[in-house]
């Protein structure tokens, strides 16, 4: 849910929950600590992992190069190591359940804007024209054709894979647009198989992202695994008989 957010709004919020983590740790432990020192230091130590993160670094480099400067900086300002144990465990879990309230807040909201919207009915009919030729319209009202022979409209088959590449860029779109990622194009392709016998559903899906602009490579690889596992419910769908691979090729990206 947070990884949905903007890049700014995110330092922002490690920024804030370090500083909090750091302060109120060393508190605990000291009370004679001057909270606005361990504030500061909270908001150095974070802004040391984001210039590590920045660098392309795995996430066990984030999270583990900084912990040299941690040790010093306890020191620094405890020195004894029985409460420098005692402050490290305390600033770490109150970070990890200051994320967790903010990640169920997030969550609960999403959920009350849902259920805000409405779970509305979706209607669709089709009408025939002729041969295996049929005019379709939707709740939204837009006519599209579907023809079964492909001489005059796409496929229902074909119009499922259009569906699935249109939810998935629909997804990808907005994540990035919310991590306000540069993106000057976004093109999504889909490959698929068919079982042999009737009903022919489709077995195996690859998904091809072509994604223009000078956008993170993290941001957009995080919203395709967003779609994928979370948002898109074609793909929730098509998942049921089909193994749904990925690919992203990056046009001039950092």
Known sequence: MLGTLPAPILLDIAIIFTALSWGLGMY?????????????IGCFVCLLGYSVESLGAPLWVVVAAPIPLDILLLWYVLRKPRKMLLAYPAIWAIYVVLHVVLTKTQEAKALIEDRQSGFTMTEAKTSWVQNHRFDGTASSG???????DKAAGNSPMELVLIGLCGCTAYDVVSILGKKREPFTSIEVRAQAERAPDPPSVYTEIKLTYRVGGKVSRKAVEDAVRLSKEKYCSVSAMLEKTAKITTQIEFLNAE
Do not use: P, Q
């Open 28 to 40: 605990l432990v000291d009370r004679k600590v001057h909270l606005f020192a361990s504030l500061a």
């Open 142 to 148: 837009h006519t599209i054709v579907v023809d079964g």
